[in-house]
């Protein structure tokens, strides 16, 4: 593990105009809107859009991982702190960290997620791939071929870990020790069992952006698990 940098020289971002430039200039890039090289994030603004900085600030979180924090961080948890702050939403011109922003990727997936209301038949069908191959990277299904399914997993164990009343205490422990599965267990718990509580999480979360619930858009609020 590094050691943050208090005293660091100011991040640099490459700012395009509008997409076509930066397509232009950054060709071959596949489906990414933004891409972080050390010393530069580059991205562009389209002031058009709904949400014109999520990509950016996805890039950013990796620029100040890399370049201020010092931490090397497993891959859930690199990405899934990334997601989780480029998927909140802006009020007032200011991030408010952890309400979701259903206009941000991976956010608009949600569908491929946990299809079924029961864990064992997710962990069937594909639509959940089991958290200790998540944590470990090592066991799961093809990369290449569900990336959005990765993301999902990624960015919704983050926000479920760092939203919820008793884990989100030992959030920063489990960044400042790299988020990987000894340090998964030691801070927040048995890998199974954090697995239970995250799809019901992850159930929870879906019938909200689904039913467009105010609570949950507005104050994070979500609905009750259904009684079985």
């Not at 639509?127 to 999902?152: C, E, F, Q």
């Not at 990624?154 to 422990?173: C, K, N, P, V």
Request: proline share 6%; net charge neutral.
């Amino acid at each position: 593990m590094g050691a943050v940098q208090p005293a660091h020289p100011k991040l640099k971002v490459r700012l395009f105009r509008d997409r076509a430039e930066f397509r232009r200039i950054n060709p071959g890039l596949g489906w990414a809107e933004a891409f972080y090289r050390k010393p530069y994030c580059q991205a562009y603004y389209e002031a058009a859009e709904i949400n014109p900085c999520h990509a950016l600030l996805h890039e950013a979180v990796h620029q100040l991982n890399e370049e201020v924090t010092g931490v090397a961080l497993a891959q859930w948890l690199e990405e899934g702190l990334a997601t989780y702050f480029s998927t909140s939403r802006m009020i007032s011109n200011r991030l408010a960290v952890g309400r979701i922003d259903v206009n941000t990727y991976p956010v608009w997936w949600l569908d491929e997620l946990a299809v079924s209301p029961h864990l064992a038949e997710n962990l069937r069908n594909g639509s959940v791939i089991p958290l200790l191959a998540i944590i470990t990277n090592r066991g799961g299904p093809s990369l290449n071929r569900r990336v959005n399914l990765y993301y999902l997993h990624w960015w919704t164990l983050a926000h479920f870990i760092f939203e919820d009343s008793q884990y989100g205490q030992r959030a920063g422990s489990l960044v400042r020790q790299g988020g990987g599965l000894e340090a998964f267990e030691a801070t927040i718990g048995p890998v199974e069992k954090v697995q239970v509580e995250w799809h019901d999480y992850v159930r929870r979360l879906k019938a909200a952006w689904t039913a467009g619930d105010v609570r949950f858009f507005r104050d994070g609020i979500l609905p009750e698990p259904a009684k079985p």
